[in-house]
């Protein structure tokens, strides 16, 4: 038996979500008492999710499927101060435009996987705009500003940090804690929220939001955060050479988000089903015991089941077809991520180191030709290692495209249109 009794801390510490717990044993107990309503909260900084943000937004998912209600809070307030956290200077500043923007687009990756509606366990879309933008500094500070306390936000990492390397930190992110704190409260108020979750290096403004709220009402407040999820090797969850991975499939395929799952460290497989998919835990420990070519096999099991949560189950399928043609029979596959080009430019002639930055294999012309040195560049799976080669409509095969290669693994066709 766990040390939990509630359905939810009991399935998200066995699939690995917990870090901290701010009051273990009441939480508990308030769970097993019937439905909380717990929230993460996202800023709007980007027009995509990326993958280090889907452990969040599967604890929200957990938190649903296990009877309780959550919220997903967008941070278009927030944004408008830039969180501190982890960053050594200031987050550049958005328009409100850009913001509105980004929040929009961000709010498709919630739709995957959670339940939207009126029912008591449905989730709920919430923007802290709704209250920050309209809070008046002088009745604000004279209301709470005596519950924060200066000697505590000072010792925060994200403070320390720039202290310690004498770097600026502005009022504007110093108080990014206290908005934070306040929307928790406010959460409470307008849902009954209870619950705040997200990463752990957020576990500084998520304890002082429980703080915050356990000194101005007489409601519980409770945290927990998830550990930061690293790769077997050590790297960081999300980053690879090409960038970040994106959640949105307008900013990347089904395929090369498949392509990312597929790629996960033999060591990496069984934790990262316990965490980016719903697979039951006995199948999961089956798969575990794998080793030699069955554990390729549950690594495309792995990334057909992630790839059907965030694109679609035929998505899903498609890519993972695609990536056998490709890679196990050596065909052309027409549904690999395709690149129009003018066909004027073709007929010109193109250059090879301009071709792959297009195509968006390399980040530069210094990128295409390192990999050109090392072999690494196949144009219609034939090795390019002559930088100064020009691609021409001599290059396009029968289907009409250019196939550009970077290794064994990363394929972009070039089409003239």
């Known amino acids: 038996m766990g040390k939990f009794k509630s359905e939810f801390l009991q399935t998200v510490e066995e699939r690995g979500f917990i870090h901290q717990i701010s009051h273990p044993e009441p939480l508990d107990a308030r769970l097993c008492e019937g439905p909380i309503t717990g929230y993460i909260g996202f800023d709007c900084t980007a027009d995509s999710l990326h993958v280090g943000s889907l452990v969040q937004i599967m604890l929200l998912y957990w938190l649903q499927q296990t009877g309780n209600r959550p919220i997903a809070l967008m941070g278009s307030g927030t944004t408008r101060i830039g969180d501190p956290s982890g960053k050594d200077e200031m987050r550049k500043m958005l328009t409100d435009e850009t913001i509105e923007s980004n929040k929009s687009c961000i709010q498709r990756s919630f739709a995957k996987l959670l339940k939207f509606g009126d029912g008591e366990t449905d989730a709920i879309l919430a923007d802290n705009a709704d209250w920050?933008?309209?809070?008046?500094?002088?009745?604000?500070?004279?209301?709470?500003?005596?519950?924060?306390?200066?000697?505590?936000?000072?010792?925060?990492?994200?403070?320390?940090?720039?202290?310690?390397?004498?770097?600026?930190?502005?009022?504007?992110?110093?108080?990014?804690?206290?908005?934070?704190?306040?929307?928790?409260?406010?959460?409470?108020?307008?849902?009954?929220?209870?619950?705040?979750?997200?990463?752990?290096?957020?576990?500084?403004?998520?304890?002082s939001g429980v703080d915050f709220g356990r000194r101005v009402s007489d409601s519980d407040y409770f945290a927990v955060t998830t550990p930061l999820i690293t790769t077997s090797s050590?790297?960081?969850?999300?980053?690879?050479?090409?960038?970040?991975?994106?959640?949105?499939?307008?900013?990347?395929?089904?395929?090369?988000?498949?392509?990312?799952?597929?790629?996960?460290?033999?060591?990496?497989?069984g934790r990262f089903m316990r965490l980016f998919t719903a697979m039951p835990l006995d199948e999961i420990t089956r798969i575990e015991k794998l080793d030699g070519s069955e554990i390729n096999e549950a690594k495309i099991l792995l990334a057909t089941t992630s790839t059907a949560m965030?694109?679609?189950?035929?998505?899903?399928?498609?890519?993972?077809?695609?990536?056998?043609?490709?890679?196990?029979?050596?065909?052309?596959?027409?549904?690999?991520?395709?690149?129009?080009?003018?066909?004027l430019d073709l007929s010109a002639g193109i250059g090879l180191l301009s071709a792959y930055v297009t195509a968006g294999l390399a980040g530069s012309n210094g990128e295409a030709r390192r990999h050109a040195k090392s072999g690494a560049l196949r144009v219609n799976d034939n090795v390019a290692q002559d930088e100064r080669a020009t691609l021409s409509n001599a290059d396009l095969l029968p289907e009409g495209v250019i196939k550009l290669s970077v290794g064994k693994k990363r394929h972009v066709l070039i089409k003239p249109v």
């Open 234 to 269: 050590g790297a960081k969850m999300g980053k690879t050479a090409a960038g970040a991975v994106w959640l949105n499939p307008d900013r990347l395929s089904a395929y090369d988000y498949w392509q990312f799952w597929r790629n996960t460290e033999d060591a990496d497989v």
């Open 132 to 207: 920050l933008l309209d809070l008046k500094l002088v009745d604000f500070l004279r209301s709470y500003g005596r519950h924060f306390s200066i000697n505590e936000m000072i010792k925060r990492d994200s403070v320390q940090t720039r202290l310690e390397r004498e770097q600026h930190m502005s009022l504007l992110e110093f108080n990014y804690s206290v908005f934070q704190a306040y929307d928790f409260y406010e959460l409470n108020n307008r849902y009954g929220c209870q619950l705040q979750m997200g990463g752990s290096d957020q576990w500084g403004n998520i304890i």
């Open 310 to 343: 965030m694109h679609s189950r035929e998505a899903a399928e498609q890519a993972e077809a695609t990536a056998r043609a490709t890679f196990a029979e050596g065909a052309l596959d027409l549904s690999l991520p395709t690149v129009e080009i003018p066909a």
